[in-house]
């Protein structure tokens, strides 16, 4: 059982930052495939960025250059680092883990998902 715990959103202007982070608890994380993505109510879930066991990252093209997926083993946390946030933005942010395809934006493949951490943006 993996257990994930968002953190970090808030309201900003546009043009700040924000560093999501998400603590994972339980078994096997340091195998686990991650990800962060967004959802805008009444809209389906979408990949922000992903990140896989050996550390390779993607990163969505709506927000590459701005935002980055990292993630800490020693601490069991995963991070998501937001500049230059716009408008567009705005949205519910989860954490995911476990993979069960080499597809690492399709937030449909992942199993296990936080409660999620609100980012609202103004412009």
């Known amino acids: 059982l993996v257990v994930l715990q968002e953190s970090g959103g808030g309201s900003v202007q546009a043009g700040e930052s924000l560093r999501l982070s998400c603590q994972v608890t339980?078994?096997?994380?340091?195998?686990?495939?991650m990800a962060w993505c967004s959802q805008v109510q009444g809209k389906q879930r979408v990949g922000v960025a992903g990140?896989?066991?050996?550390?390779?990252?993607t990163v969505a093209d709506s927000v590459k250059g701005r935002f980055t997926i990292s993630k800490d083993n020693t601490k069991n946390i995963l991070y998501l680092e937001m500049d230059s946030l716009e408008s567009a933005d705005s949205a519910m942010y989860y954490c995911?883990?476990?993979?069960?395809?080499?597809?690492?934006?399709?937030?449909?493949?992942?199993?296990?998902w936080g409660p999620g951490t609100q980012v609202t943006v103004s412009s």
């Open positions: 995911a883990a476990e993979r069960s395809n080499s597809a690492p934006l399709i937030p449909d493949f992942y199993t296990y």
């Open positions: 339980g078994q096997r994380y340091r195998t686990k495939e």
């Open positions: 990140i896989d066991a050996d550390g390779t990252t």
